[in-house]
């Protein structure tokens, strides 16, 4: 996969990226027609990673898709990844299906044997969405369905490394850590090999395992001392290359050290107290969709740097490996959430959406448990947490998260904090408020800031550190005037500012996500502008509008 580093140096991994055979399925008919074996002459060529919404002639074009590409492999034993498939994937070797996958922003994989020669690999995606589906079908960005995200095709040994987490617990001055690699090990056939854990460049711990084929093997490495640590820390991407390797495979990685705790109303990184400057961000841009190339996640990241601002929240599903990199480096706050968006009391009842819920959460947690930049777990946004379903929901992922997460904080984004009955179960309280641009006057602010703590007291929660997760207005790029109207960038501008300013002066208030980084595109139906969603800081292009600036000097002031 895209990374910042290399993952592998004795695996050989080839990309698959590059030219595939795509064909839509308007009808469905494609499983009828075994299009998993062969897909019909009328096929286009598109270059994968892509979305196929960015074809001309399916922008609105939200069902079914079928990908394939004809590969020749020195065979042996295999593993085939997708760093994601935006939409439910199921994927076929030489005709067979080999697995299916739910989650439209996760990594998977399957492992299979092949003879040398010629092979094909189909892929069927669909990215319709109804009651069941994570998202829902309402949702205010555009549902680009495809491959969205690197596919790798990889020669295995008889054992190879599957996973490898890295766990520690820092001395009291933070100076000296003891580290373990917990590694996960899969076999085509029964073998032992030694396994030695690398810290920082030298071998630190060795084992001898067994691994079978009947199931995955996990063994734990150290721990071992580490001294004189260097903090991974706000603005100081303070980073440790670490590694696991057998005779015949390997998994390299990085970490960084840091603690993360709530302290009566603050948040605590390595012992001292942060104000969270973030912004939140879409991961999409209109000409690649959700495939934006990792030199727009750069562009990104500077940009936002370019603001002052600490920390980002991937609003509203998971991001590339390749962006979490760069926040590891840069020492970037990062908020991780599923796109759990607006769902009502039943839909949070219904046990596939449970299901599909845990399985999403697990693979965050799994996936990007190493990356110190990951900070906040968020486990939903605006759904209906004043009800009792939402709140048994809540309840499963919080209890998911706490357990399997790392040192993180839990936290959701609610919209009905005045009757929210979930307050409890987070480490810090995330509100979502539009004042000023649905309804309500801009002058509520100033009532309704001082008031969160009222109503975190009368809810049982007295105590708990407050972020406003989302507030904005929109500002269409390039619109101003003097009279200061709602769409004008300096309504937009004026709003941001305001309200930053009240939080940043308000005691327990401990960060500040607006809504949001970039305009991105969005459905009709919501009656937005230009059909884009436009209350970015810039516009899709990255273009600044006036917050940027007001944002920019208030943020600056913090630093
Ligand atoms: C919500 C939602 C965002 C966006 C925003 C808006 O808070 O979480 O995704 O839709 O509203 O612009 O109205």
């Given at each position: 996969m895209t990374r910042l580093f290399a993952q592998h140096v004795k695996r050989t991994v080839t990309s698959l990226n590059g030219a595939w055979k795509l064909m839509p399925d308007f009808d469905g008919v494609g499983e009828a027609q075994e299009w998993n074996k062969s897909l019909p002459e009328e096929a286009r060529t598109v270059i994968v990673?892509?979305?196929?919404?960015?074809e001309p002639d399916l922008f609105h074009h939200f069902g079914i898709c079928w990908y394939q590409k004809d590969i020749f492999t020195a065979g042996g034993n295999l593993l085939l990844e997708f760093g994601a498939v935006s939409g439910y994937a199921k994927v076929y070797f030489d005709g067979e299906l080999l697995g299916d996958h739910y989650g439209g922003f996760s990594a998977f994989r399957f492992a299979h044997t092949a003879p040398e020669g010629a092979h094909r690999i189909t892929v069927y995606v669909d990215a319709s969405s109804n009651s069941q589906t994570i998202p829902l079908p309402y949702v205010d960005w555009y549902h680009y369905g495809g491959i969205i995200r690197d596919v790798e095709l990889s020669t295995l040994p008889a054992v190879y490394i599957d996973l490898c987490h890295y766990d520690y617990t820092l001395s009291e001055d933070r100076t000296y850590a003891q580290l373990t690699a917990t590694v996960t090990l899969c076999a085509f056939e029964q073998k032992s090999v030694p396994l030695t854990f690398t810290f920082d460049g030298k071998d630190a711990a060795k084992a001898e395992v067994t691994v079978t084929p009947d199931k995955p093997t996990t063994v734990v490495l150290g721990p071992i001392a580490v001294e004189h640590i260097r903090l991974w820390d706000i603005y100081k991407g303070n980073l440790y290359s670490v590694g696991v390797y057998t005779c015949c495979d390997d998994l390299y990685d990085r970490i960084g050290f840091r603690k993360i705790e709530v302290v009566g109303q603050e948040i605590h990184l390595n012992g001292r107290p942060i104000f969270i400057k973030g912004v939140n961000r879409h991961e999409?841009?209109?000409?690649?969709?959700?495939?934006?190339?990792p030199q727009l996640g750069k562009r990104d990241v500077d940009v936002i740097k370019g603001m002052h601002c600490n920390a980002i929240r991937g609003s509203h599903y998971p991001n590339s490996r390749v962006f979490l990199d760069l926040l590891d480096e840069e020492g970037l706050i990062f908020w991780s959430e599923i796109p759990l968006w607006g769902y009502p009391a039943d839909r949070m009842a219904d046990e596939v959406v449970i299901q599909r819920s845990l399985t999403m959460h697990k693979e965050s947690a799994e996936h990007y448990?190493?990356?110190?930049?990951?900070?906040i777990w968020g486990l939903?946004?605006?759904?209906?947490?004043?009800?009792n379903e939402g709140r048994a929901f809540s309840i499963l992922l919080a209890d998911y998260m706490r357990a399997h997460g790392g040192n993180r904080l839990i936290t959701f984004a609610s919209n009905v904090i005045e009757w929210?009955?979930?307050?409890?179960?987070?480490?810090v309280v995330s509100v979502n408020k539009y004042i000023g641009w649905?309804?309500?006057?801009?002058?509520g602010w100033k009532k309704f800031i001082p008031w969160l703590r009222t109503r975190l007291t009368e809810a049982g929660v007295p105590d708990k550190p407050i972020i406003l997760s989302e507030y904005g207005a929109a500002g269409l790029y390039g619109y101003t005037s003097f009279d200061g109207n709602k769409w004008t960038e300096e309504y937009q501008a004026s709003l941001l500012k305001g309200v930053t300013e009240l939080c940043i002066a308000e005691p327990g208030i401990v960060g500040t996500y607006p809504w949001q980084y970039c305009d991105i595109r969005s459905e009709n139906e919501l009656n937005r502008a230009r059909s884009f969603n436009n209350k970015g800081i810039v516009n899709e292009h990255r273009q600044p509008k006036l917050a940027y600036y007001a944002l920019k000097e208030l943020y600056g002031k913090l630093d």
């Open positions: 990673p892509s979305v196929w919404n960015n999409e841009h209109p000409d690649w969709g959700f495939a934006v190339p448990y190493n990356h110190p930049s990951i900070v939903t946004n605006e759904c209906a947490t004043n009800t929210d009955i979930c307050l409890d179960l987070v480490d649905y309804g309500e006057d801009v002058n």
